[in-house]
């Protein structure tokens, strides 16, 4: 399964935007960029998965690079619910996820 | 949006006995659901993936006569760890979902095991 790359740890406050980074660069032409996130002693939560365009939805936005060798999720405005681990994954055409560390978003009041 | 409800959400049983884990998806037919493992810090570690009415695909180092997974039906897999040991403590976690591009895989809350 194609590798992501994120930071451990990002620091945000309440109500600003955040961008979490993620790179790809060994990604395959059918792989969708999916995002996670998962709260302390709970199963991850869907956050937006995407191909090639930019998507949108409730949560959040995802802007996919145009090579697609990274791509950034996008949360407009960081609310305290918000802190959590936030892994970027690769789904393969066998539609396994793995999981790598992920990043540690802290929200700051 | 669809609902994974996993039961129990916490078990404590003593050595040697096997405990029962399922995952059912409640407001969609999952051909494939997914069992994973998280030990403290860590990350989710894929055991294996299950589909509806054929054997479950085992991931390297899973042994499959200790983690056995039932998918009878497209709303439910079971995981049944037998003979658990101290060591086999840790939260484990199901998803569900359908083979398809548009749709995200969907997470139970998952359940805590502690052996004494």
């Known amino acids: 399964d194609a590798k992501t790359t994120q930071p451990n740890s990002m620091e945000s406050n309440e109500e600003e935007p955040v961008h979490l980074p993620c790179n790809h660069s060994?990604?395959?032409?059918?792989?969708?960029i999916h995002w996670y996130r998962q709260l302390p002693s709970q199963g991850p939560e869907y956050v937006i998965h995407g191909l090639t365009s930019n998507v949108n939805n409730r949560m959040a936005s995802l802007a996919i690079a145009e090579d697609r060798k990274s791509s950034t999720l996008i949360l407009h405005r960081a609310t305290l619910r918000d802190a959590a681990v936030y892994y970027c994954i690769l789904r393969g055409s066998n539609y396994k996820l793995t999981f790598g560390k992920g990043t540690l978003l802290t929200v700051n009041p | 949006g669809a609902v994974v409800s996993q039961h129990p959400s916490w078990v404590i049983c003593k050595s040697g006995t096997s405990v029962k884990i399922e995952c059912r998806s409640l407001?969609?037919?999952?051909?494939?659901m997914f069992w994973y493992r998280q030990f403290p810090k860590q990350s989710l570690m894929l055991m294996a993936t299950s589909n509806e009415g054929s054997k479950a695909t085992y991931e390297q180092g899973v042994e499959k006569d200790k983690f056995l997974i039932n998918h009878a039906s497209l709303t439910l897999s079971t995981l049944t760890v037998t003979s658990a040991h101290p060591e086999d403590s840790s939260f484990y976690i199901c998803?569900?979902?359908?083979?398809?591009?548009?749709?995200?895989?969907?997470f139970g809350d998952g359940t805590r095991l502690s052996i004494l």
């Open positions: 998803s569900a979902g359908d083979r398809s591009d548009y749709q995200p895989q969907h």
């Open positions: 060994t990604i395959s032409g059918t792989d969708y």
């Open positions: 407001d969609f037919q999952a051909t494939t």
